[in-house]
């Protein structure tokens, strides 16, 4: 949508042929968001860890283990976990903690989004945090989603509630 509303079409250009001029743009545009999804999340990672991360994702940080603390409260969180299911499947989860009243999976997720405007979930965010659990052998953990905005750091987390499970299946 940006490359379409940056390179508006031409009064003699082509519908197909504006589309073939902002397909690559789109694509850099696509890249450039994962790139800047990914350093903020490995940034979140190295916080967790007690490592040192760039201080430009400050706020990123800070905003989204606060959003997780306030979802499931301190303790004895496991990050970074890698499995591999007997179903087929495997994932490394983010965050989650077993063995305690309150299991859980948290998934951090970089988007474009503001107050007014917050993020979608889909059926496939839904299901990677349920295939989560599954894997890490706590089905009955609470699942959730931490939206981080790529720009200002503003973070916003999702429960994904327990009718969404049905999708398990």
Request: glycine share 8%; charged share 30%.
């Amino acid at each position: 949508a940006f490359a379409a509303e940056e390179n508006p079409r031409g009064p003699l250009e082509g519908r197909q042929q504006w589309l073939e001029r902002i397909r690559p743009i789109a694509g850099e545009h696509a890249k450039q968001a994962r790139d800047v999804g990914s350093a903020i999340h490995d940034a979140i990672e190295k916080k967790l860890k007690g490592e040192w991360f760039p201080e430009h994702f400050k706020t990123h940080v800070e905003n989204a283990v606060a959003a997780a603390t306030e979802w499931c409260g301190k303790g004895d969180w496991i990050r970074e976990k890698s499995f591999a299911h007997r179903q087929g499947f495997a994932g490394k989860v983010d965050l989650h903690r077993s063995g305690s009243s309150m299991p859980f999976v948290i998934d951090f997720k970089g988007a474009n989004f503001t107050e007014l405007k917050l993020p979608k979930t889909y059926a496939d965010h839904w299901m990677q945090v349920r295939a989560y659990a599954e894997g890490l052998g706590i089905p009955n953990a609470a699942c959730a989603i931490v939206f981080v905005d790529r720009e200002t750091g503003l973070a916003h987390l999702v429960e994904v509630e327990p009718d969404c499970y049905r999708d398990w299946e």
